[in-house]
């Protein structure tokens, strides 16, 4: 059985629901897995959303640790990067009593110092194609936004210091046109990206709806993920991905089954 942390910020409906699917799934005994612990950057009080993610990692029984970023930057003054490798190394320590070696960053909102990365193989999840857009989550549907772009999706790396642009363990793409899509193209034809965040912001019917699209993949990408690594579907060798001894170059698409998995679902 794989046993892996989950390191997250718990700050939204994507956090909550990723840890939900992988934990259903174990349920079912859909996936051979063990959550070792989950790791969270806030502590109980600091935001309403986090809390509720928080009561959900210990309704589920599963280990909780949390260390708060923000009162770690206010109590060591400047910004957060002058400090990032003092507190991962505190989050070294305090996972010292597990043993797993890879973890899952799910809606995890810190960028992994190398003390954490020499810990963890960590895996993250991005809501872009492996040469897609990088930064958050919205970044990159604003980006799509303005370059018009045809097709995007999501993707599993191995994070590192190169930011989402670690070795790539799978990815499913969709395309932004369709029905659904098409007539919310149109209604911002003529409208310039910053113009529509000022209007709109994220309350803008065609970002709603490209985030809708990919969100609603994230969770079965993330499950038949664990399902492929669990299994020796594929493995963690060195800091790459490998298939039957050979190293994996730009992952392995999982558009068939993510998409039996969303339709099954639904």
């Known amino acids: 059985m794989l046993n892996i942390g989950w390191f997250s910020t718990g700050r939204g409906v994507g ?7 992988v934990v259903e799934n174990i349920k079912k005994d859909r ?9 969270c950057n ?20 599963i280990p909780l640790i949390t260390l708060s970023s923000q009162a770690f930057r206010k109590q060591n003054g400047g910004t957060f990067s002058n400090h990032r490798a003092q507190f991962d190394e505190e989050i070294v320590n305090l996972l010292e009593p597990y043993k797993s070696t890879t973890a899952i960053l799910a809606g995890y909102m810190l960028i992994a110092s190398q003390n954490l990365l020499n810990k963890y193989t960590m895996l993250n999840i991005h809501p872009a194609l492996p040469d897609g857009p990088i930064g958050t989550w919205q970044d990159t549907i604003w980006q799509l936004i303005k370059e018009k772009t045809p097709e995007s999706g999501g993707h599993i790396h191995i994070a590192t210091q ?13 395309p932004l046109n369709g029905p659904k899509l098409d007539p919310l193209w149109k209604e911002i034809s003529n ?16 970002f709603q ?42 992952g ?15």
């Open 15 to 21: 956090s909550k629901g990723l840890l939900e699917a």
């Open 31 to 39: 996936i051979p897995i063990n959550i070792e612990f989950v790791f």
């Open 42 to 61: 806030r502590e109980r009080g600091e935001t309403p959303d986090t809390d509720i993610f928080l009561n959900q990692v210990q309704d589920y029984g």
């Open 162 to 174: 190169h930011l989402d642009r670690g070795p790539v363990l799978t990815y499913y793409s969709f």
């Open 191 to 206: 409208i310039p990206v910053e113009q529509i965040k000022s209007l709109y912001g994220e309350h803008s019917s065609l």
């Open 209 to 250: 709806a490209i985030r809708n699209e990919g969100m609603k993949r994230e969770r079965p990408l993330l499950v038949e993920t664990l399902r492929a690594l669990s299994t020796g579907r594929i493995h963690l060798e060195n800091g790459f991905v490998t298939r039957n001894g050979t190293r994996v170059h730009g």
């Open 252 to 266: 392995l698409c999982m558009n068939d089954e993510v998409e039996h998995t969303f339709t099954y679902e639904n």
